[in-house]
Nanobody, 116 residues
């Protein structure tokens, strides 16, 4: 089992910055990739960014150039640096971990509200 705890959400002005953190615990040796997803009201959950253990990253087109995902393997923590957020980035952000055998684990979510 993998436990994920997100932090860092809140209210931010458009054009500002915010950093989300996700701390993993439990069977962390089994984690291959971690990522951030988000779900806005009335919309499906979507991938924001992902990073593999080796450091390869993948971003949604809507956040490329504004958001950066990184991970600190020593701290078992993944970060999402959100620069120049827009009101349309308002959502609940969920941390995700995928193990080598394809099991998925989710955090409880952290709400991000971007004011215009």
């Amino acid at each position: 089992q993998v436990q994920l705890v997100e932090s860092g959400g809140g209210l931010v002005q458009a054009g500002g910055s915010l950093r989300l953190s996700c701390a993993a615990s439990g069977s962390i040796f089994s984690i291959n990739a971690m990522g951030w997803y988000r779900q806005a009201p009335g919309k499906s959950r979507e991938l924001v960014a992902a990073i593999t253990r080796a450091g390869s990253t993948n971003y949604a087109d809507s956040v490329k150039g504004r958001f950066t995902i990184s991970r600190d393997n020593a701290k078992n923590t993944v970060y999402l640096q959100m620069n120049s957020p827009k009101p349309e980035d308002t959502a609940v952000y969920y941390c995700n971990a995928e193990t080598r055998i394809g099991r998925l684990f989710w955090g409880q979510g952290t709400r991000v509200t971007v004011s215009s």
